[in-house]
């Protein structure tokens, strides 16, 4: 009988323990913000700006594969491939020894802004990748 109960009680409590670490609980997402980084508002040049971090700073731009596309409500991020390596990417961040930022995300196409080397470093050539 004491055996009996003290498997109900373990197995409870491994349950009990289960549940409460769920990440998966639609019930429990709302209760848990998550902070946004803030993006900061500097034209990004290697040769004119200082960029704060470049995802992929040694891999050329042609060498970075796009693997994926998440949307969380209005939030959209890139999962990104290089060197056997996967990184998320938020709009406005910078990417590849290039430091192309991309300016939007979207479930069809990711807008980029090429920042030319240029006197007034302000001339930029936006492009797009469809998938």
Same mark, same amino acid.
């Given at each position: 009988?004491?055996?009996?109960?003290?498997? #109900?009680?373990?197995? @409870?409590?491994?349950?009990?323990? &289960?549940? !409460? $670490?769920?990440?998966?609980?639609?019930?429990?997402?709302?209760?848990?913000?998550? %902070?946004?980084?803030? $993006? *900061?508002?500097?034209?990004?040049?290697?040769? /004119? +700006?200082?960029?704060?971090?470049?995802?992929?700073? =040694?891999? %050329?731009?042609? *060498?970075?594969?796009?693997? &994926? @596309? #998440?949307?969380?409500?209005?939030?959209?991020?890139?999962? #990104?491939? !290089?060197?056997?390596? @996967?990184?998320?990417?938020?709009? &406005?961040? #910078?990417? !590849?020894?290039? +430091?192309? *930022?991309?300016?939007?995300?979207? $479930?069809? +196409?990711?807008?980029?802004?090429?920042?030319?080397?240029? !006197?007034? /470093?302000?001339?930029?050539?936006?492009? =797009?990748?469809?998938?």
């Amino acid at each position: 009988m004491v055996r009996q109960m003290l498997w #109900l009680f373990i197995s @409870v409590m491994i349950s009990h323990a &289960g549940l !409460a $670490k769920d990440p998966f609980d639609k019930t429990r997402r709302q209760s848990t913000t998550q %902070a946004a980084p803030e $993006k *900061q508002n500097s034209t990004p040049n290697s040769t /004119c +700006h200082t960029a704060p971090s470049t995802i992929f700073p =040694q891999t %050329a731009f042609e *060498q970075i594969q796009v693997i &994926g @596309v #998440l949307q969380h409500h209005t939030d959209w991020q890139v999962i #990104l491939l !290089a060197d056997n390596q @996967v990184s998320l990417a938020h709009p &406005g961040d #910078l990417i !590849a020894a290039e +430091h192309i *930022q991309i300016t939007k995300i979207d $479930k069809q +196409h990711i807008d980029f802004l090429r920042w030319d080397t240029s !006197a007034n /470093c302000e001339k930029t050539t936006p492009f =797009q990748v469809k998938f």
